[in-house]
């Protein structure tokens, strides 16, 4: 059975950085690409980017290129997503989802992990 | 970027009732287009991919149709469990984007 389960909730101040992690189990990590969704609150769901956890290779959504960095372990099987130069704008759950290729639904989510940007 | 309009943002409706919600896309996606059901403080959860393909483990009662800029999910028969916010994705092209999401809630 997939489950990606999510490192708990942050507070940062504005200027910071944040890192996410997602373990991933039930399935082969570098068989499918993790995306990384986010969610500001009482608002609609945010595309950030993908990891191939096989190569290692990324692509990020515009609007977080130069901000973002996304990494994976695989001998943990955890992937990573790192966000800097937090403004209280980011404050949002960001989920991991799995992908089967770069362009393609999320077929399985993690739980969400809450960050809160607030000085 | 494509931009995803759903529509209405808001529907009342009550156990047992057809529900349609629509999903417009700026751009053509073919039929790269998923549908989401989220329930409050939970993760979203795939319904439908390529338009009209239910995921596994999705109740029948979901359906999905359309192509190129025009979607559509139907739920035919409302249950309890299916009042939620659904949200359509299109996966044609980068960046992936979703549509503001349609709130189902009891009339």
């Known amino acids: 059975q997939v489950h990606l389960v999510q490192s708990g909730a942050e507070v940062k101040k504005p200027g910071a950085s944040v890192k996410v992690s997602c373990k991933a189990s039930g399935y082969t990590f570098t068989g499918h690409y993790m995306h990384w969704v986010r969610q500001a609150p009482g608002q609609g769901l945010e595309w950030m980017g993908w990891i191939n956890p096989n190569s290692g290779g990324t692509m990020f959504a515009p609007k977080f290129q130069g901000r973002v960095t996304m990494t994976r372990d695989t001998s943990m099987t955890t992937a990573y997503m790192e966000l800097s130069r937090l403004s209280s704008d980011d404050t949002a759950v960001y989920y991991c989802t799995r992908g089967r290729q770069q362009q393609a639904p999320s077929d399985h989510w993690g739980q969400g992990t809450l960050v809160t940007v607030s000085s | 970027d494509i931009q995803m309009t759903q529509s209405p943002s808001t529907l009342p409706a009550s156990v047992g009732d057809r529900v349609t919600i629509s999903c417009r896309a700026s751009?053509?996606?073919?039929?790269?287009l998923a549908w989401y059901q989220q329930v409050p403080g939970t993760a979203p959860k795939l319904l439908i991919s390529?338009?009209?393909t239910l995921h596994s483990g999705v109740p029948s009662r979901f359906s999905g149709s359309g192509s190129g800029t025009e979607f559509t999910l139907t739920i035919s028969t409302l249950q309890p469990d299916d009042f939620a916010t659904y949200y359509c994705?299109?996966?044609?092209?980068?960046?992936?984007?979703f549509g503001g999401g349609t709130k189902v809630e009891i009339k």
């Open positions: 994705q299109q996966y044609f092209t980068f960046p992936l984007t």
């Open positions: 390529d338009a009209s």
């Open positions: 751009r053509g996606v073919s039929n790269w």
